[in-house]
């Protein structure tokens, strides 16, 4: 059974960083392109940032591009979240998840398995 688990979510500052983590328990990890998501309450599941398979190309939601950075690690199966500049805004349950396609999507359905989330809050 696939499991991916994230960690790393917390209570921070506005203006404060965090970094999450998702270990991606596949024995393909190399062939999945890797995407966070993030859920606030009431509203639906949206993409923030997305990684390819070699990690050579990119996605960003507009509203962190620039504040936040993907990266993965294929030795580790690991893809973290770097969150700089964080904002009330960013308040969310977090969410990775792994895409067999070469293509970066922003979609959650393109996603075929994902963690259960971990919960950032950002206070003002």
């Known amino acids: 059974q696939v499991q991916l688990v994230e960690s790393g979510g917390g209570l921070v500052q506005a203006g404060g960083s965090l970094t999450l983590s998702c270990v991606v328990d596949i024995n393909t990890f190399s062939i999945f392109s890797l995407g966070w998501f993030r859920q606030r309450p009431g509203t639906e599941r949206e993409f923030v940032a997305a990684?390819?398979?070699?990690?050579?190309?990119?996605l960003y939601a507009n509203s962190v591009k620039g504040r936040f950075t993907i990266s993965r690690d294929n030795a580790k199966i690991t893809v973290n979240l770097l969150m700089s500049g964080l904002k009330p805004e960013d308040t969310a349950v977090y969410y990775c998840?792994?895409?067999?396609?070469?293509?970066?999507?922003?979609?959650?359905?393109?996603?075929?398995?994902w963690g259960q989330g971990t919960q950032v809050t950002v206070s003002s």
């Open positions: 990684i390819s398979r070699g990690g050579d190309a990119w």
């Open positions: 998840a792994a895409d067999p396609s070469r293509i970066l999507h922003e979609r959650t359905s393109d996603y075929i398995y």
